[in-house]
């Protein structure tokens, strides 16, 4: 959908584990070699929460950076919104335990369950209220603790995933930057592609649960592939033919970060050179809502993106669910 108001992001803030898990420290739990990880996922080693960390406290930091670069307190934020699949606990909302922590008023605060895709679905809802002049300052963050619900005994599905979290404060823009569009898609997954059978009303906690290792992600990795490249390259399409422009007038597209191999094939069936792709999955692996404003702040702070320049976000993930968004920052 085309945007009428203008919004912009007035600050972006990230937070990433003090632990490390490389690539060789597999070798110790699973059949497997830094060099398969490598070939097959471009992924060297991702971030690690301990045992105390939450998503929550990785949200946390993440803001206190974004409100630190917008030169906002917290007090002044109008709602916030978090993206996960790995909250603290299934109610209250994780927004409501990072309304808490940073000190905020009463204010709207609630979780968006989209997967991979969650953070571009949040942004849509803060761009949203701010629009619709309800609000002026929105926090949206991307924020996942993978590694709590990864299966350490699945060879194919625990290389991929590393905890970490990515923020943005939202706000009303007079000036050139902008969303210039943002939009929205799922497909029920009846293959079920990627899923985390227990835990929910469908299957409820049981000893039998825990036994079955029902409780940890499951993936099925050829069907990712195909769905993955398949949704980018429309994404791309479907953005740059809706707003009139061409892949040169885009500095950096900033997807999903699930795959090194899923993002060189959409790259080359959409002729695109990987150097406009922003990549930092080697250092951070799949953190899932986390990954986009994750590699947007990296982005934005070391220099690579400055005022003006046009980029585009793209996620796809569990549901299934896609989504993009094109911005002026």
């Given at each position: 959908m085309r945007r009428t108001n203008k919004v912009k992001i007035l600050g972006t803030g990230s937070c990433?584990?003090?632990?490390?898990?490389?690539?060789?420290?597999?070798?110790?739990?699973?059949?497997?070699?830094?060099?398969?990880?490598?070939?097959?996922?471009?992924?060297?080693?991702?971030?690690?929460?301990?045992?105390?960390?939450?998503?929550?406290?990785l949200a946390t930091e993440a803001a206190?950076?974004?409100?630190?670069?917008?030169?906002?307190?917290?007090?002044?934020?109008?709602?916030?919104?978090v993206a996960t699949i790995t909250p603290d606990t299934i109610f209250p909302a994780t927004a409501c335990y990072l309304q808490q922590r940073l000190g905020c008023r009463k204010?709207?605060?609630f979780d968006i369950l989209a997967a991979c895709s969650g953070f571009i679905y949040g942004l849509?809802?803060?761009?949203?209220?701010i629009e619709s002049r309800q609000m002026k300052y929105v926090l949206v963050v991307g924020a996942e603790t993978l590694t709590k619900i990864t299966d350490y005994q699945d060879r194919n599905t625990c290389i991929l995933f590393g905890d970490g979290a990515g923020a943005v404060i939202l706000a009303p823009s007079n000036d050139d930057s902008e969303f210039l569009s943002c939009n929205l898609y799922a497909e029920f997954d009846s293959t079920g592609m990627m899923v985390l059978p227990a835990g929910g009303s469908r299957i409820p906690a049981t000893h039998e649960t825990v036994n079955k290792r029902l409780h940890y992600m499951q993936l099925k990795g050829n069907e990712i592939f195909r769905f993955a490249v398949v949704e980018m390259c429309n994404m791309l399409d479907n953005e740059l033919s809706s707003n009139g422009i061409t892949m040169n007038d885009i500095?950096?597209?900033?997807?999903?970060q699930v795959n090194l191999r899923i993002l060189k094939a959409a790259a080359d069936r959409f002729n695109i050179p990987m150097e406009?792709?922003?990549?930092?999955?080697?250092?951070?692996?799949n953190t899932s809502a986390a990954s986009v404003?994750?590699?947007?702040?990296?982005?934005?702070?070391?220099g690579k993106v400055k005022r003006g320049d046009l980029l585009l976000l793209v996620a796809f993930g569990g549901g299934k669910t896609w989504a993009s968004s094109l911005l002026r920052y």
């Open positions: 990433a584990p003090k632990g490390v898990l490389r690539n060789k420290d597999f070798s110790y739990i699973i059949d497997t070699s830094d060099e398969w990880i490598t070939e097959r996922t471009g992924i060297k080693e991702r971030r690690v929460s301990c045992d105390s960390e939450t998503t929550s406290d206190r950076h974004a409100l630190e670069m917008a030169q906002l307190s917290a007090e002044k934020l109008d709602a916030i919104i204010i709207p605060s849509a809802n803060g761009i949203g209220l500095k950096y597209i900033i997807p999903h406009k792709i922003y990549v930092n999955l080697d250092r951070y692996g404003p994750l590699a947007l702040d990296e982005a934005v702070r070391s």
